[in-house]
């Protein structure tokens, strides 16, 4: 992937300031997540629709990001201790897209994890060729088209997506070449329940 998440921070950072917030992403804002806890949520949304969720987990808190109308989200952990970052990164559904990066407890990185530098084929070209050949938009909200990223052997993108907007009927499986585009399979199966 071609796309930057630092990139993508700087032209997202001038809305964040436009808007006068306490998001300070380098910090839990523990009085933040104390505060939305009392009213029972674990969310608010910024003026442009831009929504954080604030979790707590065993050993780490949690900020998600999730940009509006987008299937583009961060993704920041913090050390319970300090809360300062433990960990970030950008995502695209479940994907891990970009470069994450690991904090040390003073707040240095300490490791910086390629993702998906396999996949040459870009997203927004994989987005292009669907709707080309398929009329499928993966950027579009409306529609749940989900899309994986795999690059165990090779890298390669999987479509899946209900047929019949019916989660239970047929659903359409698309695998494509994560370097060149090619289509590798392009089926359709009925839903299967695995459950016993």
């Not at 001038?14 to 939305?36: E, M, R, V, W, Y």
């Not at 608010?44 to 990001?65: C, F, G, I, P, V």
């Not at 997506?161 to 047929?170: E, H, I, L």
């Amino acid at each position: 992937m071609k796309i930057c998440p630092l990139v993508l921070a700087f032209l997202f950072y001038p809305n964040l300031q436009a808007q006068k917030t306490d998001l300070d992403l380098s910090k839990f804002n523990i009085s933040k997540f104390q505060n939305l806890r009392e009213q029972g949520l674990n969310h608010y949304y910024l003026e442009d629709s831009t929504k954080l969720k604030l979790e707590e987990y065993a050993s780490l808190y949690q900020l998600t990001l999730n940009l509006p109308n987008s299937h583009y989200s961060y993704s920041y952990q913090y050390y319970k201790t300090t809360l300062g970052l433990k960990r970030s990164g950008m995502f695209f559904q479940r994907n891990l897209i970009g470069t994450h990066k690991l904090y040390d407890l003073e707040g240095d990185v300490i490791e910086e994890i390629q993702n998906d530098t396999a996949f040459t084929f870009t997203l927004n070209e994989l987005d292009s060729a669907l709707i080309k050949d398929y009329d499928i938009h993966i950027m579009d909200m409306d529609k749940i088209i989900g899309v994986s990223m795999e690059d165990s052997f090779k890298p390669v993108y999987g479509i899946a997506y209900s047929v019949d907007n019916n989660p239970f009927g047929m659903w359409r499986f698309i695998q494509i070449d994560g370097k060149t585009g090619e289509i590798l399979q392009d089926f359709e199966k009925a839903y299967e329940c695995r459950a016993k």
